[in-house]
């Protein structure tokens, strides 16, 4: 599971998704919240070593254009969260709209795409832009909408390249993540779990390690390959996931 939420989380293809459905699969439940947010402790971890100078000229210059980008980014994705807190844990739930994620986040990166590459650059863009990318974001609250491909894809709709649209994403998951497990911790707080430590921190490891090594391909292959190679895998996936559903009633 930390393999696969270090990899998913960065990879255009919701690591909510994947979580929830592997979660459905293994038969995990007593736990899971806790287990879940450490895994997004290890993913946040491996931004931090990856961007580490970005975050550093941040500390640095607090009142640069770059914070004023991804406070914009974040306070769409807060209102959204409030807004829609009983929406999003019912469906994280009931697991009932995990396959028509899957699906509109491959109709998202699909449509993306098939538009012509853009040459701005992240300090061309506007407060504006941001806020549209965080709504973006906000949209990925619900489990199998991917985060990383619903925020990639609205920078390249504002024509950024791809490069500086990967990055913008990959920053803003910084607020996000962190801002997703302090929420959370207080359930896990009340709820008088006991831990086993080495399995969490074992995935958290995997998580960290997988997700560092998925925004380093990210970056580098971004520039390079289509998209439309995650769309179709998620449109697979979502597919089996509805005849699952609809059909077989195995897992969900």
Do not use: C
């Not at 100078?53 to 991804?70: G, H, Q």
């Not at 469906?91 to 590459?117: E, H, M, N, Q, Y």
């Not at 024509?159 to 207080?186: C, D, E, H, T, W």
């Not at 380093?216 to 509805?242: E, N, Q, T, W």
Request: hydrophobic share 55%; glycine share 8%.
């Amino acid at each position: 599971m930390g393999i696969v939420q270090g990899l998913t989380e960065f990879l255009p293809v919701s690591s909510s998704g994947h979580l929830v459905l592997l979660q459905r699969v293994l038969g995990i439940e007593e736990g899971a919240l806790f287990f879940t947010i450490m895994l997004h402790m290890g993913t946040l971890l491996s931004v931090i070593l990856v961007f580490w100078k970005d975050i550093w000229e941040i500390i640095r210059k607090p009142f640069d254009k770059m914070t004023a980008l991804l406070v914009a980014a974040t306070i769409p994705t807060v209102v959204i969260a409030l807004l829609f807190k009983d929406a999003v844990e019912e469906a994280f739930r009931s697991a009932a709209t995990l396959g028509i994620g899957f699906i509109v986040t491959g109709v998202i990166l699909w449509t993306v795409d098939s538009l012509k590459p853009g040459q701005r650059k992240l300090k061309e863009m506007s407060w504006k832009g941001a806020v549209f990318i965080g709504m973006a974001q906000g949209l990925a609250l619900f489990p199998a909408i991917s985060r990383s491909g619903s925020t990639l894809a609205a920078g390249l709709a504002l024509k950024l390249n791809r490069k500086s649209a990967a990055r913008f994403s990959f920053l803003m998951s910084i607020p996000a993540i962190l801002g997703s497990v302090i929420y959370q911790m207080k359930d896990v707080m009340n709820s008088g779990l006991e831990i086993d430590v080495i399995p969490v921190a074992v995935g958290t490891i995997a998580a960290a390690a997988s997700g560092f090594l998925a925004i380093k391909f990210m970056l580098d292959m971004i520039s390079k390959r289509s998209l439309k190679i995650f769309s179709v895998y998620v449109f697979v996936l979502g597919a089996l996931v509805l005849v699952d559903q609809m059909v077989l009633k195995i897992f969900i």
